[in-house]
């Protein structure tokens, strides 16, 4: 089954412990994105890659750290998080040669820093 | 900066049909226009994109403004399986995305 898996899906820490959000997915897509998103502010893009390599931010990039070194992972990294980072983030992917194609969004990880 | 903007929620009527409109206020020429919804505990899942003209498919039609600088998504007949939140999005010139606020859609029986 096409999917893009998060883990984990809940998660419950303290601030400056640093964390890794993962994100697979298994549809040989070349982009991948995050967004968190916030009562009232919808969702907001924090980074994506168009292939392995390559990233770029998005609007709210910061505090936030993503690698992309296969094609199939692209993790979130927060080094040193605070309480203005509890959110809940979603993982998506889309084949990514045109802009056109839609994103297929994970289940969502619900991160609360206390 | 680019800039979408929904209204927060509407309301319908079972088997009528709604009309849910999001603005583009900074759209430029290439980029596409993508509706999502979702539903409660889920992940956004794809409802339909367009560049310029109208749009069908099984779930929605899409409507475009001529200037581009608006679109209504319009479900033909809701149910009470639509309700959800609607969120329309725009590229950003690239691959960067700008999501609405999302209109959350109540469907009375």
């Known amino acids: 089954e096409a999917q893009v898996t998060q883990n984990p899906r809940y998660l419950i820490t303290v601030t400056g412990k640093k964390l890794t959000v993962t994100c697979s997915q298994n549809?040989?897509?070349?982009?991948m994105s995050w967004y968190r998103q916030d009562p009232g502010l919808g969702l907001r893009q924090i980074y994506y890659?168009?292939?392995?390599?390559?990233?770029d931010k998005g609007d709210v990039p910061e505090g936030y750290k993503v690698s992309r070194k296969e094609k199939r992972n692209f993790p979130l990294i927060l080094e040193s998080p605070s309480p203005n980072q509890t959110s809940l983030y979603f993982c998506?992917?889309?084949?990514?040669?045109?802009?056109?194609?839609?994103?297929?969004f994970g289940d969502g990880t619900r991160l609360s820093i206390l | 900066d680019a800039k979408t903007t929904q209204p927060n929620s509407m309301e319908s009527n079972e088997e009528e049909p709604v009309h849910l409109p999001c603005n583009h206020s900074?759209?430029?020429?290439?980029?596409?226009i993508h509706w999502y919804r979702q539903l409660p505990s889920q992940g956004p899942e794809y409802v339909i994109h367009?560049?310029?003209s109208n749009v069908n498919n099984r779930m929605a039609s899409l409507a475009i403004a001529e200037d581009r600088k608006s679109s209504t998504l319009i479900l033909h007949r809701a149910t009470l399986r639509d309700a959800a939140v609607y969120y329309c999005t725009s590229t950003s010139g690239t691959y960067k995305y700008i999501f609405g606020t999302g209109t959350r859609l109540k469907v009375l029986a």
């Open positions: 890659s168009m292939n392995v390599e390559v990233t």
């Open positions: 549809m040989n897509h070349e982009y």
């Open positions: 998506a992917s889309s084949p990514g040669d045109r802009t056109y194609q839609p994103q297929h």
């Open positions: 900074t759209i430029s020429g290439t980029d596409y």
């Open positions: 367009g560049l310029t």
